[in-house]
């Protein structure tokens, strides 16, 4: 069975995580799957990505045992955030529960975030002795800005869905955030030149991403393997 879902309706497809036994932790699985369904949205004309399950995306699930090249399944993992900002459809996250690590990373990739009055966003990996490998180093700072950035990546407080917004890190909180997430989706198609203004604003925001990739994987193949870290201990 599939650990996403993609569901099309009309000019709106909703890709659902769908692991929510692991509160859709992320798994090498998930992501294959995750990467099949952007690929697979087609002529769409915007994207909603949201959770099965009391939670959006609670990180990563430490109870896999990462196999293999590391740098292959850092990258692999990083092509989720590539993938998301090169569709031409505006994609819109919404989130419920818990948004962690991975998680909050998945949604600082899409266009728009939308939080449901129960999310919690942290990034907790300095905490366990790893590093941010979704891009969090170029966007978390753009969006509410490197003091803020810094504190949430260097204490991993979590926050609530009310704090999230008032720092910027969510467009809006909602009570029913998948009803309002189709809603502007579909709101999306009525303007023409929807997809000019994000690739416009992105060609200034993107600039520097790959360069933000590339030194998270260098972070990420260092600390993973320390004694301590929450995967090298277990390694």
């Known amino acids: 069975m599939s650990s996403v879902d993609l569901e099309i309706d009309g000019d709106v ?15 090498p699985r998930l992501v294959d799957d995750l990467l099949a369904a952007l690929g697979d949205v087609g002529d769409t004309k915007a994207v909603v990505l949201g959770g099965r399950g009391r939670a959006f995306c609670a990180g990563h699930d430490l109870k896999e045992n990462p196999q293999g090249d590391s740098r292959a399944r850092i990258e692999r993992l990083q092509d989720v955030t590539r993938r998301l900002r090169a569709l031409p459809q505006p994609v819109i996250a919404a989130v419920h529960g818990y948004a962690i690590g991975a998680g909050a990373e998945f949604a600082l990739g899409c266009d728009l975030v939308l939080a449901a009055e129960d999310a919690v966003f942290a990034f907790p990996e300095a905490s366990l002795g790893l590093s941010v490998t979704g891009a969090a180093s170029r966007l978390l700072p753009l969006l509410v800005g490197p003091l803020k950035a810094k504190e ?10 009310r704090t999230a917004h008032e720092l910027g890190l969510v467009n809006a909180v909602v009570p029913d955030v998948h009803a309002t997430a189709l809603d502007w989706a579909r709101r999306i198609p009525a303007h023409p030149t929807a997809t000019l203004a994000k690739r416009a604003l992105d060609a200034g925001i993107d600039s520097a991403l790959d360069q933000a990739l590339e030194l998270e994987v260098s972070h990420a193949l260092i600390t993973e393997h320390l004694p301590g870290t929450a995967l090298g201990s277990r390694a």
């Open 13 to 27: 497809a909703h890709i659902w995580l769908n692991r929510p036994e692991r509160l859709n932790a992320v798994a």
């Open 152 to 161: 949430l990546l260097l204490l991993g407080d979590r926050i609530d869905a």
